[in-house]
């Protein structure tokens, strides 16, 4: 059998319950900064409107918006180069994120 067993539902709606589940999301490189890891992996996850929600209980919970990957990149330099990502970028500015020094 070719494709995935569960075709991608686009207009699903997303319980806060659901949306707050992912700040229990641990990283399985100890050497990657959890508050990044989580924010990837709720913008790969969530459409705009969910990230946004998502964004607003992360900050709540006193999560690091500016945390850094190896690169030293923040969410907000790596999203801002992907040519569609402008909704996920504002509610990470709306919400006070910084692009890293030098980005």
Not at 68 to 77: I, N
Request: aromatic share 10%.
């Amino acid at each position: 059998m070719s494709g995935p067993d569960k075709p991608k539902v686009l207009d699903e709606v997303w319980s806060d319950e659901r949306v707050k589940s992912f700040l229990d999301l641990e990283p399985y490189d100890k050497t990657i900064q959890a508050d990044h890891f989580v924010l990837l992996r709720a913008y790969e996850a969530m459409r705009a409107d969910d990230f946004e929600r998502f964004v607003g209980f992360f900050v709540a919970a006193g999560r690091n918006l500016d945390a850094t990957d190896e690169h030293g990149e923040t969410m907000l330099d790596r999203i801002s180069k992907h040519g569609r990502s402008g909704d996920y970028a504002r509610a990470l500015e709306n919400a006070g994120a910084k692009a890293a020094a030098g980005n």
